[in-house]
Protein backbone atom coordinates (compact mmCIF):
# COMPACT_ATOMS: atom_id res chain seq x y z
CA UNK A 1 0.00 0.00 0.00
CA UNK A 2 1.67 3.34 -0.45
CA UNK A 3 2.37 5.76 1.78
CA UNK A 4 0.00 8.52 2.84
CA UNK A 5 1.19 12.20 2.80
CA UNK A 6 -0.19 14.57 5.22
CA UNK A 7 0.49 18.06 6.19
CA UNK A 8 -0.76 20.08 8.94
CA UNK A 9 0.13 23.51 9.17
CA UNK A 10 -0.12 25.84 11.48
CA UNK A 11 -0.58 23.01 14.62
CA UNK A 12 -1.49 25.41 16.98
CA UNK A 13 -4.26 26.50 18.18
CA UNK A 14 -2.77 29.98 18.62
CA UNK A 15 0.60 30.35 18.41
CA UNK A 16 1.43 29.52 14.95
CA UNK A 17 3.91 28.71 12.30
CA UNK A 18 5.08 25.04 13.03
CA UNK A 19 4.26 22.89 10.28
CA UNK A 20 4.16 19.20 10.77
CA UNK A 21 4.32 16.38 7.73
CA UNK A 22 3.98 12.70 8.43
CA UNK A 23 3.84 9.75 6.21
CA UNK A 24 1.36 6.74 7.20
CA UNK A 25 0.78 3.28 6.28
CA UNK A 26 -1.90 0.88 7.44
CA UNK A 27 -3.54 3.10 10.18
CA UNK A 28 0.21 4.05 11.80
CA UNK A 29 3.05 7.00 11.10
CA UNK A 30 5.98 5.92 9.40
CA UNK A 31 8.34 8.94 8.92
CA UNK A 32 7.54 12.51 10.47
CA UNK A 33 9.01 16.35 9.68
CA UNK A 34 8.62 19.27 12.12
CA UNK A 35 9.58 22.82 10.59
CA UNK A 36 9.57 26.15 11.73
CA UNK A 37 8.04 28.08 9.03
CA UNK A 38 9.32 31.69 9.58
CA UNK A 39 12.86 33.37 10.24
CA UNK A 40 14.21 33.64 13.94
CA UNK A 41 16.21 36.95 14.04
CA UNK A 42 16.19 38.60 17.06
CA UNK A 43 19.92 37.55 18.53
CA UNK A 44 21.11 39.46 16.03
CA UNK A 45 19.86 42.97 17.07
CA UNK A 46 21.24 42.40 20.66
CA UNK A 47 25.26 43.05 19.28
CA UNK A 48 26.57 46.40 20.54
CA UNK A 49 23.88 46.77 23.08
CA UNK A 50 24.27 47.42 26.73
CA UNK A 51 23.75 44.29 28.26
CA UNK A 52 22.04 45.82 30.87
CA UNK A 53 19.19 46.12 28.65
CA UNK A 54 18.98 43.00 26.99
CA UNK A 55 16.43 41.28 29.13
CA UNK A 56 13.86 43.83 27.97
CA UNK A 57 14.85 43.30 23.90
CA UNK A 58 15.08 39.48 24.10
CA UNK A 59 11.52 39.21 26.71
CA UNK A 60 10.02 40.32 23.35
CA UNK A 61 10.94 36.89 21.72
CA UNK A 62 7.47 36.08 22.51
CA UNK A 63 4.55 37.24 24.75
CA UNK A 64 2.90 33.35 25.70
CA UNK A 65 6.08 32.78 28.47
CA UNK A 66 5.86 36.27 29.45
CA UNK A 67 8.59 36.32 31.84
CA UNK A 68 11.27 33.41 30.98
CA UNK A 69 13.38 35.23 28.28
CA UNK A 70 14.00 38.17 30.71
CA UNK A 71 14.84 36.00 33.89
CA UNK A 72 17.09 33.92 31.86
CA UNK A 73 19.14 36.95 30.09
CA UNK A 74 19.10 39.07 33.95
CA UNK A 75 20.43 35.48 34.85
CA UNK A 76 22.97 35.65 32.22
CA UNK A 77 24.67 39.17 32.35
CA UNK A 78 24.69 38.58 35.70
CA UNK A 79 26.75 35.47 35.47
CA UNK A 80 28.99 37.26 32.98
CA UNK A 81 29.72 40.25 35.19
CA UNK A 82 29.56 38.31 38.90
CA UNK A 83 26.34 39.79 40.09
CA UNK A 84 24.50 38.41 42.88
CA UNK A 85 21.38 39.23 43.72
CA UNK A 86 19.44 40.04 47.34
CA UNK A 87 17.61 37.26 48.43
CA UNK A 88 14.58 39.14 48.31
CA UNK A 89 14.89 39.65 44.36
CA UNK A 90 15.22 35.80 44.08
CA UNK A 91 12.36 34.66 46.30
CA UNK A 92 10.11 37.77 43.96
CA UNK A 93 11.31 36.11 41.03
CA UNK A 94 10.46 32.57 41.59
CA UNK A 95 6.78 33.83 42.62
CA UNK A 96 6.71 35.76 39.28
CA UNK A 97 7.76 33.02 37.53
CA UNK A 98 5.80 30.38 39.46
CA UNK A 99 2.81 32.07 38.87
CA UNK A 100 3.74 32.18 34.66
CA UNK A 101 4.12 28.36 35.48
CA UNK A 102 0.46 28.21 37.02
CA UNK A 103 -1.03 30.31 34.61
CA UNK A 104 0.62 28.96 31.72
CA UNK A 105 0.35 25.22 32.32
CA UNK A 106 -3.50 25.78 33.04
CA UNK A 107 -3.90 27.26 30.00
CA UNK A 108 -2.47 24.88 27.51
CA UNK A 109 -4.49 22.26 29.61
CA UNK A 110 -7.88 24.01 28.57
CA UNK A 111 -7.39 26.25 25.84
CA UNK A 112 -4.81 24.60 23.42
CA UNK A 113 -4.29 20.62 24.01
CA UNK A 114 -8.02 19.78 26.33
CA UNK A 115 -9.92 19.59 23.04
CA UNK A 116 -7.89 16.94 21.84
CA UNK A 117 -9.45 14.65 24.10
CA UNK A 118 -12.55 17.08 24.92
CA UNK A 119 -15.61 16.79 22.48
CA UNK A 120 -17.26 19.53 22.38
CA UNK A 121 -20.23 18.79 20.22
CA UNK A 122 -21.01 15.76 22.45
CA UNK A 123 -21.43 17.60 25.34
CA UNK A 124 -24.70 19.29 23.79
CA UNK A 125 -25.90 15.40 24.38
CA UNK A 126 -25.13 15.49 28.13
CA UNK A 127 -27.39 15.63 31.02
CA UNK A 128 -26.59 18.70 33.36
CA UNK A 129 -27.57 16.74 36.22
CA UNK A 130 -25.41 13.28 35.35
CA UNK A 131 -22.39 16.26 35.23
CA UNK A 132 -23.37 17.34 38.43
CA UNK A 133 -22.83 14.15 40.00
CA UNK A 134 -19.74 13.78 37.99
CA UNK A 135 -17.91 16.61 39.00
CA UNK A 136 -19.20 16.87 42.55
CA UNK A 137 -17.62 13.22 42.76
CA UNK A 138 -14.56 14.30 41.84
CA UNK A 139 -14.19 18.09 43.74
CA UNK A 140 -15.76 20.20 45.82
CA UNK A 141 -15.35 23.08 43.74
CA UNK A 142 -18.32 25.34 44.14
CA UNK A 143 -19.77 25.42 40.78
CA UNK A 144 -20.87 21.98 40.32
CA UNK A 145 -24.72 22.22 40.36
CA UNK A 146 -27.26 21.21 37.83
CA UNK A 147 -27.96 25.02 36.96
CA UNK A 148 -24.71 25.94 36.75
CA UNK A 149 -24.22 23.20 33.46
CA UNK A 150 -27.38 23.80 32.16
CA UNK A 151 -26.07 27.11 31.69
CA UNK A 152 -22.87 26.26 30.00
CA UNK A 153 -24.67 23.95 27.67
CA UNK A 154 -27.22 26.61 26.33
CA UNK A 155 -24.47 28.75 25.59
CA UNK A 156 -22.59 26.04 23.72
CA UNK A 157 -25.86 25.14 21.80
CA UNK A 158 -26.59 29.43 21.15
CA UNK A 159 -23.24 28.85 19.02
CA UNK A 160 -24.30 25.95 17.46
CA UNK A 161 -27.79 27.21 16.56
CA UNK A 162 -25.92 30.74 15.13
CA UNK A 163 -24.55 28.39 12.39
CA UNK A 164 -21.20 29.07 14.01
CA UNK A 165 -19.15 27.23 17.12
CA UNK A 166 -16.77 30.85 17.77
CA UNK A 167 -13.62 29.67 19.78
CA UNK A 168 -14.77 25.82 19.23
CA UNK A 169 -14.51 26.04 15.30
CA UNK A 170 -12.83 24.01 12.90
CA UNK A 171 -12.40 21.15 15.91
CA UNK A 172 -12.61 17.16 14.44
CA UNK A 173 -15.94 17.36 16.89
CA UNK A 174 -17.47 13.26 16.53
CA UNK A 175 -13.96 11.95 15.53
CA UNK A 176 -13.93 8.07 16.79
CA UNK A 177 -10.86 8.36 18.74
CA UNK A 178 -12.62 10.62 21.07
CA UNK A 179 -13.76 8.38 23.93
CA UNK A 180 -15.49 10.37 27.41
CA UNK A 181 -19.02 10.53 27.67
CA UNK A 182 -20.91 13.37 27.12
CA UNK A 183 -21.08 14.33 30.91
CA UNK A 184 -17.53 14.47 31.25
CA UNK A 185 -17.30 16.69 27.92
CA UNK A 186 -19.93 19.08 29.25
CA UNK A 187 -17.61 19.45 32.39
CA UNK A 188 -14.60 20.37 30.90
CA UNK A 189 -15.82 23.27 28.74
CA UNK A 190 -17.68 24.40 31.54
CA UNK A 191 -14.10 24.52 33.18
CA UNK A 192 -12.59 25.82 29.89
CA UNK A 193 -14.53 28.85 30.13
CA UNK A 194 -13.78 29.49 33.87
CA UNK A 195 -10.22 29.12 33.65
CA UNK A 196 -10.36 31.95 30.97
CA UNK A 197 -11.14 34.47 33.81
CA UNK A 198 -9.21 32.27 36.43
CA UNK A 199 -5.71 33.67 34.70
CA UNK A 200 -6.88 36.82 34.22
CA UNK A 201 -6.97 37.02 37.88
CA UNK A 202 -4.21 35.45 39.17
CA UNK A 203 -1.67 36.46 36.88
CA UNK A 204 -2.21 40.03 38.54
CA UNK A 205 0.92 39.03 40.75
CA UNK A 206 2.98 40.00 37.62
CA UNK A 207 1.51 43.30 37.43
CA UNK A 208 2.27 43.79 41.06
CA UNK A 209 5.83 42.99 41.14
CA UNK A 210 6.77 43.35 37.78
CA UNK A 211 4.56 46.59 36.95
CA UNK A 212 2.44 45.06 33.77
CA UNK A 213 1.20 41.65 32.16
CA UNK A 214 2.43 40.61 29.60
CA UNK A 215 6.12 41.73 29.71
CA UNK A 216 6.93 42.38 33.80
CA UNK A 217 9.95 45.16 34.36
CA UNK A 218 12.98 43.20 35.51
CA UNK A 219 16.47 44.73 36.69
CA UNK A 220 19.60 42.95 36.05
CA UNK A 221 21.24 43.15 39.85
CA UNK A 222 17.75 42.41 41.21
CA UNK A 223 14.17 43.95 41.07
CA UNK A 224 13.08 46.82 40.37
CA UNK A 225 10.00 46.22 43.36
CA UNK A 226 10.35 48.49 46.10
CA UNK A 227 9.15 47.69 49.12
CA UNK A 228 7.69 49.83 51.87
CA UNK A 229 4.63 48.29 54.12
CA UNK A 230 3.88 51.59 55.10
CA UNK A 231 4.24 53.78 51.25
CA UNK A 232 1.01 53.10 48.56
CA UNK A 233 3.52 53.34 45.76
CA UNK A 234 5.76 50.31 46.75
CA UNK A 235 5.09 46.67 47.87
CA UNK A 236 3.16 47.60 50.77
CA UNK A 237 1.05 45.42 53.21
CA UNK A 238 -1.87 45.50 51.51
CA UNK A 239 -0.25 44.33 48.37
CA UNK A 240 1.00 41.50 50.05
CA UNK A 241 -2.37 40.36 51.20
CA UNK A 242 -3.35 40.48 47.56
CA UNK A 243 -0.25 38.13 46.74
CA UNK A 244 -1.42 35.76 49.42
CA UNK A 245 -4.88 35.58 47.97
CA UNK A 246 -3.56 35.12 44.32
CA UNK A 247 -1.90 32.24 45.20
CA UNK A 248 -4.52 30.93 47.16
CA UNK A 249 -7.03 31.09 44.24
CA UNK A 250 -4.39 29.53 42.27
CA UNK A 251 -3.87 26.80 44.46
CA UNK A 252 -7.83 26.21 45.01
CA UNK A 253 -8.71 25.80 41.17
CA UNK A 254 -5.23 23.75 40.18
CA UNK A 255 -6.04 21.09 43.09
CA UNK A 256 -10.13 20.98 42.72
CA UNK A 257 -10.90 21.89 39.05
CA UNK A 258 -7.59 21.41 36.75
CA UNK A 259 -5.81 18.76 38.38
CA UNK A 260 -9.06 16.68 39.14
CA UNK A 261 -10.22 17.21 35.08
CA UNK A 262 -6.62 16.08 34.17
CA UNK A 263 -6.71 12.38 36.15
CA UNK A 264 -10.21 12.25 34.90
CA UNK A 265 -10.05 12.42 31.59
CA UNK A 266 -6.52 10.36 31.50
CA UNK A 267 -8.49 7.40 32.61
CA UNK A 268 -10.39 7.34 29.74
CA UNK A 269 -7.37 7.23 27.47
CA UNK A 270 -5.07 4.98 28.98
CA UNK A 271 -4.20 3.40 25.97
CA UNK A 272 -1.93 6.78 25.07
CA UNK A 273 0.52 5.89 27.92
CA UNK A 274 1.92 3.23 25.25
CA UNK A 275 2.17 5.87 22.70
CA UNK A 276 4.72 8.96 21.74
CA UNK A 277 7.99 8.23 23.52
CA UNK A 278 10.24 9.56 21.18
CA UNK A 279 13.64 10.30 22.17
CA UNK A 280 14.68 9.02 25.49
CA UNK A 281 17.13 11.16 26.21
CA UNK A 282 15.82 14.43 28.85
CA UNK A 283 17.65 17.69 29.50
CA UNK A 284 17.01 19.53 32.74
CA UNK A 285 18.51 22.56 33.88
CA UNK A 286 16.35 22.76 37.23
CA UNK A 287 14.76 25.70 38.33
CA UNK A 288 13.76 27.45 41.36
CA UNK A 289 16.89 28.62 43.24
CA UNK A 290 15.80 28.82 47.20
CA UNK A 291 19.44 29.86 48.22
CA UNK A 292 21.99 31.46 46.06
CA UNK A 293 21.12 31.75 42.36
CA UNK A 294 24.71 29.84 41.75
CA UNK A 295 24.27 27.24 44.51
CA UNK A 296 22.71 24.43 42.32
CA UNK A 297 22.27 22.11 45.38
CA UNK A 298 19.47 24.06 46.09
CA UNK A 299 17.36 24.07 43.09
CA UNK A 300 13.71 22.98 43.94
CA UNK A 301 13.54 21.08 40.76
CA UNK A 302 17.15 19.91 40.32
CA UNK A 303 18.93 19.99 36.99
CA UNK A 304 20.87 17.16 35.27
CA UNK A 305 20.78 14.54 32.20
CA UNK A 306 18.80 10.99 31.60
CA UNK A 307 19.89 9.55 29.17
CA UNK A 308 17.54 6.22 27.32
CA UNK A 309 14.66 6.57 30.09
CA UNK A 310 17.05 5.65 32.91
CA UNK A 311 16.04 6.69 35.53
CA UNK A 312 18.23 5.07 37.96
CA UNK A 313 21.37 7.69 37.15
CA UNK A 314 21.02 11.22 36.77
CA UNK A 315 23.91 12.70 35.24
CA UNK A 316 25.47 16.11 35.45
CA UNK A 317 24.83 18.90 33.08
CA UNK A 318 27.91 20.32 31.25
CA UNK A 319 26.96 24.05 29.59
CA UNK A 320 30.27 23.29 27.62
CA UNK A 321 28.58 20.05 25.82
CA UNK A 322 26.05 22.13 23.64
CA UNK A 323 25.97 22.44 20.33
CA UNK A 324 23.72 23.47 17.74
CA UNK A 325 23.95 22.23 14.13
CA UNK A 326 22.44 23.55 10.54
CA UNK A 327 22.28 20.57 8.17
CA UNK A 328 18.72 20.40 7.57
CA UNK A 329 18.25 23.85 8.64
CA UNK A 330 18.03 27.32 6.71
CA UNK A 331 21.18 28.87 8.03
CA UNK A 332 24.80 28.94 7.53
CA UNK A 333 27.86 29.15 9.36
CA UNK A 334 31.52 30.34 8.29
CA UNK A 335 32.74 27.13 10.11
CA UNK A 336 30.80 24.94 7.19
CA UNK A 337 27.26 23.65 7.45
CA UNK A 338 28.58 19.90 8.86
CA UNK A 339 29.89 21.94 11.85
CA UNK A 340 27.91 22.42 15.19
CA UNK A 341 28.84 25.49 17.51
CA UNK A 342 28.56 26.21 20.78
CA UNK A 343 26.51 28.98 21.94
CA UNK A 344 29.11 31.36 23.04
CA UNK A 345 30.68 31.17 19.76
CA UNK A 346 26.99 30.71 17.82
CA UNK A 347 26.10 32.34 14.48
CA UNK A 348 22.87 33.47 13.33
CA UNK A 349 22.77 33.57 9.38
CA UNK A 350 20.08 32.83 7.57
CA UNK A 351 20.30 31.31 4.32
CA UNK A 352 17.15 29.93 2.54
CA UNK A 353 16.99 27.32 0.33
CA UNK A 354 13.76 26.28 0.77
CA UNK A 355 11.15 25.77 -2.10
CA UNK A 356 9.28 28.77 -3.43
CA UNK A 357 5.44 28.10 -2.70
CA UNK A 358 4.16 27.00 0.51
CA UNK A 359 2.45 24.18 0.10
CA UNK A 360 5.39 22.23 -1.49
CA UNK A 361 6.24 19.36 0.33
CA UNK A 362 9.27 19.87 2.85
CA UNK A 363 9.76 16.49 3.65
CA UNK A 364 12.53 14.98 1.32
CA UNK A 365 13.97 18.42 1.40
CA UNK A 366 17.77 18.46 2.28
CA UNK A 367 17.44 22.03 4.42
CA UNK A 368 13.47 22.19 5.52
CA UNK A 369 13.20 24.25 8.61
CA UNK A 370 14.08 27.56 10.47
CA UNK A 371 14.93 25.54 13.64
CA UNK A 372 18.30 24.68 14.78
CA UNK A 373 19.44 21.47 15.80
CA UNK A 374 20.87 21.97 19.51
CA UNK A 375 22.54 18.43 20.81
CA UNK A 376 23.98 17.43 24.35
CA UNK A 377 26.93 15.37 23.84
CA UNK A 378 26.18 14.86 20.08
CA UNK A 379 22.47 13.68 21.11
CA UNK A 380 18.91 14.89 21.05
CA UNK A 381 17.08 15.86 23.85
CA UNK A 382 13.25 16.00 25.46
CA UNK A 383 12.68 18.98 27.28
CA UNK A 384 10.01 20.66 29.33
CA UNK A 385 7.66 19.14 32.51
CA UNK A 386 8.13 15.65 31.76
CA UNK A 387 12.03 15.87 31.61
CA UNK A 388 11.81 17.91 34.87
CA UNK A 389 9.72 15.06 36.76
CA UNK A 390 12.37 12.39 35.79
CA UNK A 391 14.80 13.82 36.85
CA UNK A 392 13.49 15.32 39.82
CA UNK A 393 12.30 11.70 40.20
CA UNK A 394 15.89 9.94 39.63
CA UNK A 395 17.25 12.58 42.27
CA UNK A 396 15.15 11.27 45.05
CA UNK A 397 13.00 14.09 45.29
CA UNK A 398 10.33 13.27 47.51
CA UNK A 399 7.06 15.56 46.84
CA UNK A 400 7.77 14.30 43.10
CA UNK A 401 7.77 10.99 44.05
CA UNK A 402 4.99 11.13 46.20
CA UNK A 403 2.74 12.71 43.22
CA UNK A 404 3.91 10.25 40.78
CA UNK A 405 3.89 7.10 42.51
CA UNK A 406 0.08 8.22 43.67
CA UNK A 407 -0.72 9.45 39.94
CA UNK A 408 0.22 5.80 38.35
CA UNK A 409 -1.75 4.10 41.50
CA UNK A 410 -4.76 6.02 41.25
CA UNK A 411 -4.54 5.44 36.66
CA UNK A 412 -3.57 1.67 37.32
CA UNK A 413 -0.13 1.84 35.24
CA UNK A 414 3.52 1.60 35.40
CA UNK A 415 6.70 3.69 35.52
CA UNK A 416 6.87 3.18 31.41
CA UNK A 417 3.32 5.18 30.79
CA UNK A 418 5.31 8.50 32.01
CA UNK A 419 7.56 7.63 28.63
CA UNK A 420 4.48 8.95 26.14
CA UNK A 421 2.00 11.40 25.26
CA UNK A 422 -0.03 10.81 28.10
CA UNK A 423 2.67 10.76 30.37
CA UNK A 424 3.97 14.62 29.51
CA UNK A 425 0.27 15.79 29.85
CA UNK A 426 0.44 14.11 33.53
CA UNK A 427 3.62 15.34 33.96
CA UNK A 428 2.79 19.03 33.20
CA UNK A 429 -0.04 18.36 35.94
CA UNK A 430 1.71 17.24 38.75
CA UNK A 431 3.85 20.25 38.20
CA UNK A 432 1.54 22.90 38.34
CA UNK A 433 0.19 21.09 41.76
CA UNK A 434 3.40 21.28 42.83
CA UNK A 435 4.21 24.72 42.31
CA UNK A 436 0.54 26.19 43.44
CA UNK A 437 1.96 24.52 46.98
CA UNK A 438 4.95 26.10 47.12
CA UNK A 439 3.89 29.57 45.71
CA UNK A 440 3.06 29.33 49.71
CA UNK A 441 6.59 28.57 51.21
CA UNK A 442 8.31 31.53 48.33
CA UNK A 443 5.43 34.10 49.79
CA UNK A 444 5.99 33.12 53.22
CA UNK A 445 9.62 33.12 53.33
CA UNK A 446 9.31 36.64 51.71
CA UNK A 447 7.19 38.05 54.36
CA UNK A 448 9.29 36.70 57.15
CA UNK A 449 12.49 38.74 55.39
CA UNK A 450 10.47 41.96 55.42
CA UNK A 451 9.34 41.28 58.86
CA UNK A 452 12.62 41.28 59.77
CA UNK A 453 13.80 44.07 58.39
CA UNK A 454 15.27 42.98 55.07
CA UNK A 455 13.35 45.21 51.73
CA UNK A 456 16.56 45.14 50.05
CA UNK A 457 15.68 44.17 46.91
CA UNK A 458 18.48 45.05 44.50
CA UNK A 459 22.58 44.84 44.25
CA UNK A 460 23.53 47.86 42.85
CA UNK A 461 27.10 47.25 43.77
CA UNK A 462 28.58 46.23 40.31
CA UNK A 463 25.76 48.53 37.99
CA UNK A 464 28.97 50.74 37.10
CA UNK A 465 30.71 49.09 34.18
CA UNK A 466 33.66 51.33 35.42
CA UNK A 467 33.26 48.26 37.88
CA UNK A 468 32.70 45.27 35.57
CA UNK A 469 35.65 42.73 34.46
CA UNK A 470 38.42 43.65 31.93
CA UNK A 471 38.23 42.51 28.92
CA UNK A 472 36.05 40.29 27.40
CA UNK A 473 33.45 38.40 30.04
CA UNK A 474 30.77 35.94 29.18
CA UNK A 475 27.91 34.57 30.76
CA UNK A 476 25.25 31.54 30.66
CA UNK A 477 21.72 32.02 31.87
CA UNK A 478 20.00 28.75 32.88
CA UNK A 479 16.28 28.96 33.38
CA UNK A 480 13.56 25.83 33.01
CA UNK A 481 10.56 27.57 31.81
CA UNK A 482 7.39 26.18 31.34
CA UNK A 483 8.18 24.25 28.11
CA UNK A 484 11.59 23.39 28.96
CA UNK A 485 15.41 23.80 29.13
CA UNK A 486 16.02 27.69 27.99
CA UNK A 487 19.41 29.14 27.73
CA UNK A 488 20.83 32.13 27.09
CA UNK A 489 24.34 32.49 26.64
CA UNK A 490 26.07 36.35 26.17
CA UNK A 491 29.65 38.03 25.54
CA UNK A 492 30.71 41.04 26.55
CA UNK A 493 33.33 43.39 25.66
CA UNK A 494 33.93 47.24 26.88
CA UNK A 495 30.72 47.26 27.89
CA UNK A 496 28.82 46.17 25.05
CA UNK A 497 27.40 42.86 23.95
CA UNK A 498 29.52 41.24 21.37
CA UNK A 499 27.90 37.88 20.70
CA UNK A 500 24.17 36.75 21.93
CA UNK A 501 22.57 33.35 21.30
CA UNK A 502 19.23 31.80 22.94
CA UNK A 503 19.21 27.87 22.82
CA UNK A 504 15.07 27.44 23.83
CA UNK A 505 12.91 24.45 24.87
CA UNK A 506 11.29 24.84 21.06
CA UNK A 507 13.98 24.56 19.47
CA UNK A 508 14.97 21.06 21.96
CA UNK A 509 12.02 19.38 21.11
CA UNK A 510 11.85 21.01 17.34
CA UNK A 511 15.24 20.05 16.59
CA UNK A 512 15.26 18.71 12.63
CA UNK A 513 17.44 15.55 11.90
CA UNK A 514 20.97 16.08 12.13
CA UNK A 515 24.27 15.15 10.38
CA UNK A 516 23.60 11.82 11.54
CA UNK A 517 20.05 11.30 10.95
CA UNK A 518 18.94 12.08 14.63
CA UNK A 519 15.68 12.91 14.86
CA UNK A 520 14.17 15.69 17.84
CA UNK A 521 11.21 15.25 20.01
CA UNK A 522 8.41 16.27 17.88
CA UNK A 523 10.04 13.92 15.09
CA UNK A 524 10.73 10.87 16.89
CA UNK A 525 7.39 10.87 19.17
CA UNK A 526 5.34 10.80 15.61
CA UNK A 527 7.35 7.21 14.64
CA UNK A 528 7.05 6.14 18.18
CA UNK A 529 4.01 3.39 18.07
CA UNK A 530 1.65 6.13 16.72
CA UNK A 531 -2.26 5.93 15.05
CA UNK A 532 -3.39 8.17 12.55
CA UNK A 533 -6.99 6.55 11.53
CA UNK A 534 -7.71 9.44 9.45
CA UNK A 535 -5.83 11.22 7.37
CA UNK A 536 -8.14 13.98 6.84
CA UNK A 537 -8.54 14.50 10.19
CA UNK A 538 -5.04 13.89 12.47
CA UNK A 539 -6.22 14.42 15.56
CA UNK A 540 -3.49 11.97 16.73
CA UNK A 541 -0.61 14.46 15.67
CA UNK A 542 -2.50 16.80 17.31
CA UNK A 543 -2.29 15.19 20.56
CA UNK A 544 1.05 13.80 20.80
CA UNK A 545 2.29 17.66 19.36
CA UNK A 546 0.26 19.64 21.72
CA UNK A 547 1.53 17.69 24.65
CA UNK A 548 4.35 19.34 24.27
CA UNK A 549 3.24 23.00 24.34
CA UNK A 550 4.85 23.87 21.30
CA UNK A 551 5.38 28.06 21.18
CA UNK A 552 7.46 28.89 18.14
CA UNK A 553 7.78 32.09 18.54
CA UNK A 554 10.27 31.80 20.88
CA UNK A 555 12.68 29.45 18.19
CA UNK A 556 11.17 31.97 15.26
CA UNK A 557 10.01 35.36 15.58
CA UNK A 558 10.24 38.06 12.74
CA UNK A 559 6.51 38.20 11.53
CA UNK A 560 5.64 38.06 7.66
CA UNK A 561 5.53 41.47 6.54
CA UNK A 562 2.05 40.90 4.59
CA UNK A 563 0.33 39.36 7.49
CA UNK A 564 -0.80 36.50 5.69
CA UNK A 565 -1.94 33.29 7.30
CA UNK A 566 -0.98 29.76 6.32
CA UNK A 567 -3.66 27.54 7.14
CA UNK A 568 -3.86 24.04 5.70
CA UNK A 569 -4.28 20.35 6.35
CA UNK A 570 -3.44 18.75 3.25
CA UNK A 571 -3.41 15.01 2.27
CA UNK A 572 -1.96 12.96 -0.57
Not at 486 to 515: A, E, F, M
Request: with cysteine; net charge negative.
Amino acid sequence: MAATKVVVDPITRIEGHLRIEVQSENGKITDSWASSTQFRGIETIMKDRDPRDAWAFVQRICGVCTVVHAVASCRAVEDALDIRIPPNANIIRNLIHGMQFIQDHVIHFYHLHALDWVDVVSALKADPAGTSRLAKSLSPWPNNSETYFAEVQNRVKKFVASGQLGIFTNGYWGHPAYKLPPEANLMAVAHYLEALDWQRDIIRLHAIFGGKNPHPNFLVGGMASAINLNDTATINAERLTDIRDMITRAQRFVEQVYWTDLVAIAGFYKDWAAIGGGVKNHLCYGEFPEGDIRDLDKLYFPRGIIYDNDLTKVHDFDPAKVQEFINTSWYEYSTGPESGLHPFDGETTPKYTGPATPWTYLMGEPKYTWMKAPRYEGKPMQVGPLSRLLVAYGKGHEEVREMVGGVMSALNVGPSALFSTLGRTAARGMETVLLARRMNKWYDDLVNRIKNGDTQTFNQEKWDPSKWPAGESKGFGFLDAPRGALGHWVKIKDGKITNYQCVVPSTWNCSPRDGQGQQGAYEASLVDNHPLVNPEQPLEILRTIHSFDPCMSCGVHVLDANGNPVVEVKVQ
